[in-house]
């Protein structure tokens, strides 16, 4: 059985997690036996399984009040998987039979509370990690942490770290020359909740990655006059092809198939399928689908309709922003319309630089792993990271499996010493 060690008590006890309440309320100082996982999206919740399936208990700590907080807080009413279930599941736990191939949000959540609920687990919400530090002479690490409404401070120590904050921690906001003078409302995708308020109004969605091309065609759903700024070139994809998903099909042929000539494919079959997406100012790039995704990381879209409403004429596409003015939007080909009101579908940004203090294993640049795929999990000095292989949860799953492994080895040895 694990047990945690307050330092400053000298307490053992059987229960981790009530060491560590009870510690947190005497001394803030809390030395917690198993790993601190920092984040209670999807990865951080399949890394603990993971590891409480080899009987390890872990610690999470959750910036927000809830679990999967992108999910639950930052996304649009009408999201659903991009991605067929059976390639969005954590381990060791299938999405029940009836739900439908392409879960909606408010399944996924409650799959995810299922998830929770089967293992036990229990974040310690509304604790933000302030830093994370290897100490080089104890070798373990100092996680610093700011909890509840008036922000009380406490520091972890562990031998492990599992950092799950996902590459989505916080809005990526553009810097558009005269933002500050536009009159109408500038909001993120994150605060985007459906295209009712927008009924009849004039909308310039930034960006045409997933999210904007789906929060386009919910506001032309919802009658509003919707443009979408396409910048630069992107592979269109239909969400299905050949009687299955097209996800499904890349997985399948890349088992026997490179990359490249199953980008053939991809291409030929969407040829027929949706024709020539240039004619729309849709233009692909030179790379493959798979092949730019293998290289920069580029996500290709999945369409899930707005397509047509581009074909049809009711989305328009637009070249990049110039500049903003009072009610109107200036486009690098000098055209000028006027907008009710701005969606910046601009992504979102990883923010590990901001709080651990170590650059080996992440980039200071983008907060992401230095190592490619697959080698982004695992760090030095007990340091791993989950959920950031730019594979969604699939990536995230894989990752979790293989962290509570390796754990596991300098866990017995550290269990066989304490006996
Ligand atoms: C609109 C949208 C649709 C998507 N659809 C799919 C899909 O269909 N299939 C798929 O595989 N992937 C999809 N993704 C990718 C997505 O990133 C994953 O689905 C998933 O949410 C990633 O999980 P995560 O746990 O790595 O990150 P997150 O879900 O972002 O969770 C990270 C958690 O860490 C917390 N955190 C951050 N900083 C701190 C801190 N300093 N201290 C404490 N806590 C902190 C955050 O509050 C958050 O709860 C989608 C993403 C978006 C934005």
Redesign the pocket.
């Known amino acids: 059985m694990a047990f945690s060690y307050s330092e400053v008590e000298g307490k053992r006890a059987h229960d981790p997690l009530m060491a560590c309440h009870h510690a947190i309320r005497s001394t803030k100082c809390i030395w917690f036996t198993g790993p601190i996982i ?8 399949a890394a603990a399984a993971c590891l409480k399936e080899r009987g390890i208990p872990s610690l999470i ?4 009040n809830c ?5 639950q807080n ?2 649009y009413d009408r ?5 067929p279930k059976q ?2 599941e954590l381990p060791f736990f299938p999405f029940p039979k009836d739900f439908p191939t392409y879960p909606t949000k408010q399944q996924f959540v409650a799959y995810l509370d299922m998830f929770v609920s089967q293992f036990d687990l229990k974040p310690f919400f509304e ?4 830093s994370a530090e290897f100490d080089p002479i104890c070798r373990f690490w100092r996680v610093k ?1 700011s909890s509840g409404s008036k922000g009380s401070v406490a520091e972890y120590t562990s031998r492990w770290l599992i950092v ?6 916080e809005e990526f906001v553009p810097n558009l020359e005269g933002m500050d003078d536009f009159q109408g409302s500038i909001l993120h995708t994150s605060s985007y909740k459906s295209g009712e308020m927008f009924r009849g109004k004039r909308v310039l969605v930034v960006g045409c990655g ?2 904007g091309m789906e929060v386009s065609l919910d506001l032309c759903n919802h009658n509003a006059q919707t443009s979408i700024v396409v910048r630069d070139s992107l592979h269109i994809l239909p969400q299905e092809m050949l009687g299955t998903s097209t996800f499904g099909l890349c997985m399948c042929l890349l088992k026997w198939f490179p990359a490249h000539i199953v980008d053939r494919l991809l291409l030929l079959v969407s040829y027929f399928m949706i024709g020539d997406t240039a004619k729309y100012g849709l233009h692909r790039p030179k790379l493959g689908p798979l092949q730019l995704k293998n290289k920069a990381g580029k996500t290709p879209v999945l369409d899930v309709g707005t397509l047509s409403q581009i074909k049809s004429g009711k989305i328009e596409v637009c070249p990049g922003v110039k500049r903003i003015r009072c009610n109107s939007v200036e486009f690098v080909d000098g055209k000028v319309d006027t907008f009710d009101a701005i969606i910046l579908a601009t992504g ?1 940004r990883s ?1 590990v630089p ?2 651990l203090k170590e650059t080996n294993m992440f980039s200071i640049k983008d907060g992401l792993p230095k190592k490619p795929f697959p080698h982004t999990w695992r760090g030095k000095d007990g340091l791993y990271s ?3 292989t730019k594979r ?3 990536g ?1 799953s894989m990752e979790a499996l293989k962290i509570a492994e390796d754990i596991e080895l300098t866990w017995k040895v550290d269990m066989k010493k304490c006996c």
């Open positions: 920092v984040g209670a999206g999807p990865s951080g919740l700590l959750e910036r927000s679990i999967a907080s992108l999910w930052k996304t999201l659903r998987l991009h991605l390639f969005c604790t933000t990690v302030l942490t799950a904050t996902g590459e989505n921690a997933n999210s979102y923010n901001l709080w989950v959920g950031f969604g949860l699939l995230a």
